[in-house]
């Protein structure tokens, strides 16, 4: 057949975009990228687990569930944040004010602590989202580029919490929002999550093969079925049993799960999810599809804003305490969190699961450097390094053939 | 003496594929040979491997220059061996001078300082021995797209090539555009160059040429002098197949009208004043293919964008879809009134390359055929090899990415992603541009059926036999104002192109 022949070459004109070869698979090279991406965060981990083993630790202290709730709970801002940022990077859009508005929205939650816990939580993640519904109709209906408009953004709001804090440090005192940053769940509760969680992916496995049964769309194999659901739960047991040998899961760490879950739900299974991947590969070709590009950009840096604010609180209740240098730098963490997971910085591709891992990886060099005493300069190189490295070897990946 | 160049027996291969299949090509001094074949016959693949693109060693046969065996390891050393590609692609930068993007890399210098003097004479030279009216310090962004690719081989000839491959050169440019490209080409064979000529618009292939080569599936079919072939004989060759008529014959009963446009005006939004669409009105009826023709720059895709919402200059124009007023203010009210719109230049504006072929299709009707916030993938997979089915798109599964397909399938899966609009009223914008003869006729074919089952269509293309071909009835645009409307026994191609250039001004009443 002298078609096929033309397509098969047709279809390798740009081998890189699709599949690749690895033997006899075939494997998409978005899911190569993601074991990739697996491995390197697992040799870093056996790394310092190597390098931390003492007297004390004869197996090594990196992976001991204590120093691992620490490390999801440095993790859980960077991740929200990630999370946020992916929605405006696959957008084709960029935030940089998002370090600034950390501080702003910390600072107003630690101000308005006199009205009561839910008036100052509901006040942050409110200027969170005025900020960036702002941010994004100057983007999206003015036509200013997203880059300056965040980084007019970036100096706007430290300036504002500047102004409003006169500088100085604001004390969290409501028990709570402290609690937010630190607590832990009960092992109990710990537990009856896990099972509500295995419950849902169960239930969420077998929908998921009815639906394509109804459709008439071939179904996965029971082998490969039953592994979809022992995967996972196993998962979720491991980590909820480590987690409860150190006291229990972190409060944080609940609210990234939960953040991340929605983040996933929103970008895989909306059309408000598929409009921003649309706009982010070709703005032009999604416009005269009849999308409504300028509302979803505005509509994106809006949720980005209220995650802002969530992450505030979350920084804030950790920190014990709102300083006007709050969240510095924050933004540049969340997008190498994004771009160290796939994301690409120009538009139409990534996912939540990769900007967690990105996040899982930073918190991991982070929190491994600061365990073997590493200088803070030579934390700052290395962190740039891993940046600059994770997308080169993606990019020498992609053009090889 | 030997042949300016010879390849003999070339295989390149890719992983799984024989791109090249023993192909066999030579040019003499003093010729225009002529390569056709349909997209993916290995026309592009043979040229990279002459230019360098795939270097010696990744291909087998043998290259000869002048009767000298060539191992081109570069671009660059193929283009020092005096081998010149224009790629269909401009390669220019618009901010620079003409001159500055002739000698682009290979800038005279002396201890590596530009001197500009020098350049800008030197460029003016060569623009003036091609008898180009072109000042060498103009930016190139200010030329118009003929005169652009005009630079492009005033670029190749500067680097004093001998050898040079034309890919699709006129497939932007206006016919007057492609007149003088083909004068200084004649001219350049006369100074003793080889031209290959790549193209899929056989009427200019006939003329220009002294040889043509037919291409298919990696194979030389035939290498013979121009005069003893026509265009029924090289079609056949191409495609492998008799054709006999590639306009399958129709006979459409337009019923009652279905869209009206009345008065459109647009202006350039860059350039108050100054209108590109004037006062231009049409209707088309159910089971009626509307052909609108003009040359380039005639305002032809401004009207559509502008009937679509699209356009930013759009200044006045009433719509009516079934009887019935419609406002349009953005490409989503035209589509919620029953209006596709195939769109021109499909990677620009079509297609979302780096996604799945069912996103693209289900991404103009999303909410209707997957939901309207929450998506279902499982109904747009169905609906999307429905789709690949019903159209013939040819790709391993509905979740092979968009930008691997060949421009033929590209062009499907726009034409079937509207489809799944279920629109009364297709707008098709040069349908088969850049596509090859096979999936041309598919197109065609998808055409006259749909309008067969009732769709109205408009159909804008620059390739006047296909508007003859297909059209039930034919508007003809002329600097943004109709000029002329034709029933299809009236409309030959003397009379739309007299109405098309300006000529003639007849309206007969519909």
Sequence with gaps: MTTVDRDEEAGLVAPELGEKRLGRWRVSTSALRAYTMVIALIAIWIFFQWKTVSDLYPYGLFLHPVNLANLLKQMSVTGVLAVGMLFVIVARQIDLSVGSLVGLAGGIAAMTQGWGLLPAFASAIVIGVAVGALQGTLVAYANIP?????????????????????????????????????????????????????????????????ARRRHGLPVASTA???????????????????????????????????VAIAGNFLTQSTTFGRYLYAIG??????????????????????????????????????????????????????????????TSLMGGRG??????????????????????????ATQYIIKGMVLVAAVGFDMAGRRKS | MAALLEMRDIFKRFPGVLALDRVSFDLDSGEIHALVGENGAGKSTLMNVLGGVYPHGTYEGEIRVNGEVARFGSVRAAEDAGIAIVHQELSLIPEFSIAENIFLGREPRRIGIIQV??????????LDELHLKLEAHLPVGYLGIGQQHLVEIAKALARNARILVLDEPTAALTDSEADVLFVILRRLRESGAGIIYISHKLGEVLSLSDRITVLRDGR??????????????????????????????????????????????VEDPNVPGKLLVANASFSVRRGEVLGIAGLVGAGRSELMMAIFGAHPGRLSGEFFVAGSPVAIHHPSDAIRSGIG???????????LLDQTIVSNLTLAAL???????????????????????????????VFTVAGTLSGGNQQKVVLAKWLLTDPKVLFLDEPTRGIDVGAKQEIYQQINRLASEGMAIVLVSSELPEVLGLADRVVVLHEGRITGEFRREDATAEAVMAAATGHAAERVSS
């Design chain 1, 146 to 210: 997203s880059f300056i408009v965040t980084l007019g953004g970036l100096l706007t709001w430290r300036g504002v919490i500047l102004y409003l804090s006169k500088g100085e440090t604001i004390p969290v005192r409501l028990p709570v929002f402290r609690q937010l940053g630190v607590a832990l769940l009960t092992p109990a509760s710990g537990i009856a999550l896990a099972a509500i969680a295995i419950v849902a992916v169960v239930w969420l496995t077998i929908r998921r093969q009815r």
């Design chain 1, 224 to 258: 490969a079925t039953t592994a979809r659901i022992v995967v996972p739960s196993v998962l979720i047991a491991v980590f909820i049993y480590l987690m409860n040998m150190q006291g229990g899961v972190p409060l944080p760490v609940i609210v990234l799960l939960a």
């Design chain 1, 281 to 342: 590969s070709n703005p032009d070709a999604a416009r005269l599809s009849g999308v409504n590009s300028q509302m979803h950009i505005q509509s994106a840096f809006a949720l980005l804003g209220a995650l802002v604010g969530i992450a505030s609180l979350l920084h804030t209740g950790r920190v014990g305490s709102a300083s006007p240098d709050a969240g510095t730098l924050m933004e540049l963490d969340a997008i190498a969190a994004c771009v160290i997971g796939g």
């Design chain 1, 351 to 376: 996912k939540v699961s990769g900007a967690l891992l990105g996040a899982l990886v930073m918190a991991s060099l982070d929190n491994g450097m600061s365990l073997l005493s590493v200088e803070n």
């Design chain 2, 117 to 126: 003097e020098d350049l800008y004479s030197r460029a003016q030279r060569v």
């Design chain 2, 220 to 265: 030389t079919v035939s290498t013979d002098p121009t005069k003893t072939l026509d265009t029924k004989v090289v079609i056949a060759r191409m495609v492998g197949r008799e054709v006999t008529d590639i306009f399958p014959t129709t006979h459409h009963q337009p019923d009652n009208v279905v869209f009206e446009a009345r008065g459109v005006t």
């Design chain 2, 341 to 351: 719109f195939v769109t021109e230049d499909r990677k620009r504006f079509g297609l």
């Design chain 2, 367 to 397: 909410k209707r055929l997957s939901g309207p916030l929450i998506t279902h993938p499982d109904a747009e997979t169905v609906a999307g090899e429905r789709s690949m089915k019903e159209l013939r798109i040819k790709a391993r599964s």
